[in-house]
Antibody, heavy 117, light 108 residues
Framework: EVQLVESGGGLIQPGGSLRLSCAAS????????MTWVRQAPGKGLEWVSA???????SYSDSVKGRFTISRDHSKNTLYLQMNNLTAEDTAGYHC???????????WGQGTLVIVSS | EIVLTQSPVTLSLSPGERATLSCRAS??????LAWYQHKPGQAPRLLIY???NRATGIPARFSGSGSGTDFTLTISSLEPEDFAVYYC??????????FGGGTKVEIK
Protein backbone atom coordinates (compact mmCIF):
# COMPACT_ATOMS: atom_id res chain seq x y z
CA GLU A 1 0.00 0.00 0.00
CA VAL A 2 1.30 3.43 -0.96
CA GLN A 3 1.71 5.77 2.00
CA LEU A 4 3.05 9.32 2.13
CA VAL A 5 3.75 11.13 5.40
CA GLU A 6 4.80 14.77 5.39
CA SER A 7 6.76 16.45 8.19
CA GLY A 8 8.90 19.49 8.85
CA GLY A 9 6.23 22.17 8.99
CA GLY A 10 6.02 24.76 11.73
CA LEU A 11 6.17 28.44 12.58
CA ILE A 12 8.93 30.36 10.83
CA GLN A 13 9.75 34.05 10.59
CA PRO A 14 9.58 35.89 7.27
CA GLY A 15 12.82 35.48 5.37
CA GLY A 16 13.55 32.17 7.04
CA SER A 17 14.07 28.71 5.59
CA LEU A 18 12.39 25.37 6.16
CA ARG A 19 12.78 21.89 4.72
CA LEU A 20 9.73 19.70 4.33
CA SER A 21 10.02 15.92 4.12
CA CYS A 22 7.68 13.38 2.60
CA ALA A 23 8.46 9.85 3.75
CA ALA A 24 7.20 7.22 1.36
CA SER A 25 6.38 3.55 1.78
CA UNK A 26 4.96 0.95 -0.56
CA UNK A 27 6.91 2.26 -3.55
CA UNK A 28 10.28 3.78 -4.48
CA UNK A 29 10.37 7.59 -4.54
CA UNK A 30 13.31 7.71 -6.93
CA UNK A 31 11.42 5.81 -9.61
CA UNK A 32 8.22 7.88 -9.44
CA UNK A 33 7.21 11.33 -10.52
CA MET A 34 6.39 13.35 -7.42
CA THR A 35 4.87 16.72 -6.62
CA TRP A 36 4.19 19.23 -3.85
CA VAL A 37 0.83 21.01 -3.68
CA ARG A 38 -0.19 23.57 -1.06
CA GLN A 39 -3.39 25.03 0.32
CA ALA A 40 -3.35 28.44 1.97
CA PRO A 41 -5.93 29.09 4.71
CA GLY A 42 -9.37 29.55 3.13
CA LYS A 43 -7.98 29.02 -0.36
CA GLY A 44 -7.88 26.22 -2.91
CA LEU A 45 -5.15 23.84 -3.94
CA GLU A 46 -2.09 25.38 -5.60
CA TRP A 47 0.55 23.37 -7.44
CA VAL A 48 4.06 24.16 -6.18
CA SER A 49 6.66 21.88 -7.73
CA ALA A 50 7.27 18.55 -9.43
CA UNK A 51 10.22 16.24 -9.96
CA UNK A 52 10.19 13.90 -12.96
CA UNK A 53 12.60 11.64 -14.82
CA UNK A 54 15.90 11.30 -13.00
CA UNK A 55 16.70 14.95 -12.30
CA UNK A 56 14.22 17.20 -14.03
CA UNK A 57 12.19 19.61 -11.92
CA SER A 58 9.54 22.28 -12.44
CA TYR A 59 8.20 25.07 -10.23
CA SER A 60 5.30 27.47 -10.09
CA ASP A 61 6.19 31.09 -10.76
CA SER A 62 5.38 31.98 -7.15
CA VAL A 63 8.16 29.78 -5.72
CA LYS A 64 10.71 29.56 -8.54
CA GLY A 65 14.15 30.57 -7.35
CA ARG A 66 13.20 30.13 -3.67
CA PHE A 67 12.08 26.49 -3.38
CA THR A 68 13.98 23.35 -4.38
CA ILE A 69 12.46 19.89 -4.76
CA SER A 70 14.67 16.85 -4.34
CA ARG A 71 14.59 13.22 -3.26
CA ASP A 72 16.82 10.78 -1.39
CA HIS A 73 16.77 7.20 -2.64
CA SER A 74 18.43 5.79 0.49
CA LYS A 75 15.76 7.33 2.75
CA ASN A 76 12.92 6.91 0.24
CA THR A 77 11.97 10.50 0.95
CA LEU A 78 10.93 13.54 -1.06
CA TYR A 79 11.98 17.00 0.12
CA LEU A 80 11.01 20.61 -0.42
CA GLN A 81 13.64 23.15 0.62
CA MET A 82 11.93 26.50 1.10
CA ASN A 83 14.03 29.67 1.37
CA ASN A 84 13.21 33.36 1.78
CA LEU A 85 9.74 32.53 3.07
CA THR A 86 6.97 35.13 3.07
CA ALA A 87 3.50 35.25 4.63
CA GLU A 88 2.09 34.19 1.26
CA ASP A 89 3.82 30.81 1.71
CA THR A 90 1.66 30.05 4.76
CA ALA A 91 -0.21 26.89 3.82
CA GLY A 92 -0.66 23.19 4.32
CA TYR A 93 1.79 21.38 2.07
CA HIS A 94 0.88 18.01 0.55
CA CYS A 95 3.15 15.66 -1.34
CA UNK A 96 1.74 13.31 -3.96
CA UNK A 97 2.80 10.75 -6.51
CA UNK A 98 2.17 11.65 -10.11
CA UNK A 99 1.48 9.46 -13.09
CA UNK A 100 3.80 10.03 -16.05
CA UNK A 101 1.22 12.42 -17.46
CA UNK A 102 0.75 14.60 -14.40
CA UNK A 103 -2.17 13.12 -12.45
CA UNK A 104 -1.84 13.02 -8.66
CA UNK A 105 -2.81 9.50 -7.74
CA UNK A 106 -1.68 9.13 -4.10
CA TRP A 107 -1.49 11.94 -1.58
CA GLY A 108 -0.31 12.63 1.95
CA GLN A 109 -2.31 14.44 4.61
CA GLY A 110 -0.01 17.43 4.66
CA THR A 111 2.15 19.49 6.98
CA LEU A 112 1.37 23.06 8.02
CA VAL A 113 3.77 25.92 7.44
CA ILE A 114 3.07 29.27 9.10
CA VAL A 115 5.22 32.23 8.16
CA SER A 116 4.78 34.98 10.73
CA SER A 117 6.77 37.27 12.96
CA GLU B 1 -0.99 30.15 -18.09
CA ILE B 2 -4.19 28.13 -18.26
CA VAL B 3 -6.79 29.29 -15.74
CA LEU B 4 -9.45 26.87 -14.50
CA THR B 5 -12.71 28.41 -13.28
CA GLN B 6 -14.99 26.22 -11.20
CA SER B 7 -18.67 26.89 -10.61
CA PRO B 8 -20.58 27.20 -8.47
CA VAL B 9 -18.31 28.10 -5.58
CA THR B 10 -20.73 26.43 -3.17
CA LEU B 11 -23.42 23.86 -3.89
CA SER B 12 -26.00 23.22 -1.17
CA LEU B 13 -27.75 19.89 -1.63
CA SER B 14 -29.36 17.11 0.37
CA PRO B 15 -28.24 13.48 0.50
CA GLY B 16 -29.70 11.58 -2.44
CA GLU B 17 -29.70 14.61 -4.73
CA ARG B 18 -27.66 14.93 -7.91
CA ALA B 19 -24.63 17.23 -7.92
CA THR B 20 -23.33 18.84 -11.09
CA LEU B 21 -20.00 20.67 -10.85
CA SER B 22 -18.46 22.69 -13.67
CA CYS B 23 -14.85 23.42 -14.61
CA ARG B 24 -14.04 25.78 -17.45
CA ALA B 25 -10.54 26.24 -18.89
CA SER B 26 -9.27 29.51 -20.34
CA UNK B 27 -7.98 27.57 -23.34
CA UNK B 28 -8.33 24.03 -24.58
CA UNK B 29 -6.79 21.31 -22.43
CA UNK B 30 -8.07 18.50 -24.67
CA UNK B 31 -9.14 15.75 -22.24
CA UNK B 32 -6.23 16.39 -19.85
CA LEU B 33 -8.37 17.10 -16.82
CA ALA B 34 -8.66 15.41 -13.45
CA TRP B 35 -11.03 15.80 -10.51
CA TYR B 36 -10.14 15.46 -6.84
CA GLN B 37 -12.12 15.34 -3.61
CA HIS B 38 -10.67 17.03 -0.53
CA LYS B 39 -11.94 16.96 3.04
CA PRO B 40 -10.44 19.14 5.81
CA GLY B 41 -7.38 17.58 7.41
CA GLN B 42 -7.32 14.71 4.94
CA ALA B 43 -5.33 13.81 1.86
CA PRO B 44 -6.90 14.81 -1.44
CA ARG B 45 -8.35 11.87 -3.34
CA LEU B 46 -8.20 11.34 -7.10
CA LEU B 47 -11.67 10.71 -8.52
CA ILE B 48 -11.47 11.14 -12.28
CA TYR B 49 -8.58 11.38 -14.74
CA UNK B 50 -8.48 12.20 -18.44
CA UNK B 51 -11.88 13.88 -18.08
CA UNK B 52 -13.99 10.74 -17.80
CA ASN B 53 -12.01 7.81 -16.36
CA ARG B 54 -12.78 6.84 -12.79
CA ALA B 55 -9.73 6.18 -10.63
CA THR B 56 -9.30 2.84 -8.90
CA GLY B 57 -11.90 2.24 -6.19
CA ILE B 58 -14.06 5.26 -7.01
CA PRO B 59 -17.80 4.50 -6.85
CA ALA B 60 -19.84 4.57 -10.04
CA ARG B 61 -21.95 7.48 -8.77
CA PHE B 62 -19.01 9.73 -9.72
CA SER B 63 -18.71 10.49 -13.41
CA GLY B 64 -16.83 13.02 -15.49
CA SER B 65 -17.45 14.41 -18.93
CA GLY B 66 -16.28 17.11 -21.29
CA SER B 67 -13.33 18.03 -23.47
CA GLY B 68 -11.60 21.14 -24.71
CA THR B 69 -12.63 23.91 -22.32
CA ASP B 70 -15.79 22.69 -20.57
CA PHE B 71 -15.90 19.85 -18.10
CA THR B 72 -18.44 18.44 -15.66
CA LEU B 73 -18.21 16.26 -12.59
CA THR B 74 -21.51 14.60 -11.71
CA ILE B 75 -22.37 12.81 -8.49
CA SER B 76 -25.56 10.96 -9.32
CA SER B 77 -26.89 10.57 -5.79
CA LEU B 78 -25.05 12.23 -2.91
CA GLU B 79 -23.96 10.04 -0.02
CA PRO B 80 -23.17 11.61 3.39
CA GLU B 81 -19.44 11.06 2.80
CA ASP B 82 -19.52 13.01 -0.47
CA PHE B 83 -19.85 16.42 1.19
CA ALA B 84 -16.44 17.93 0.57
CA VAL B 85 -14.54 20.33 -1.69
CA TYR B 86 -13.92 19.26 -5.27
CA TYR B 87 -11.08 20.50 -7.47
CA CYS B 88 -10.35 20.14 -11.14
CA UNK B 89 -6.73 20.06 -12.36
CA UNK B 90 -5.30 20.34 -15.86
CA UNK B 91 -2.12 18.60 -17.01
CA UNK B 92 -2.07 19.90 -20.58
CA UNK B 93 0.88 22.13 -19.67
CA UNK B 94 2.77 19.30 -17.92
CA UNK B 95 5.25 19.54 -16.19
CA UNK B 96 3.42 22.61 -14.95
CA UNK B 97 0.02 21.92 -13.44
CA UNK B 98 -2.98 24.08 -12.55
CA PHE B 99 -5.88 23.61 -10.18
CA GLY B 100 -9.27 25.25 -10.22
CA GLY B 101 -10.52 27.26 -7.26
CA GLY B 102 -12.75 24.48 -5.97
CA THR B 103 -16.46 23.83 -5.42
CA LYS B 104 -17.69 23.12 -1.91
CA VAL B 105 -20.56 20.65 -1.78
CA GLU B 106 -22.34 21.26 1.50
CA ILE B 107 -25.36 19.75 3.21
CA LYS B 108 -28.52 21.76 2.69
Amino acid sequence: EVQLVESGGGLIQPGGSLRLSCAASGFTVSSHYMTWVRQAPGKGLEWVSAIYSATRTSYSDSVKGRFTISRDHSKNTLYLQMNNLTAEDTAGYHCATLTATGVGDSWGQGTLVIVSS
Amino acid sequence: EIVLTQSPVTLSLSPGERATLSCRASQSVSNSLAWYQHKPGQAPRLLIYDASNRATGIPARFSGSGSGTDFTLTISSLEPEDFAVYYCQQRNTWPRLTFGGGTKVEIK
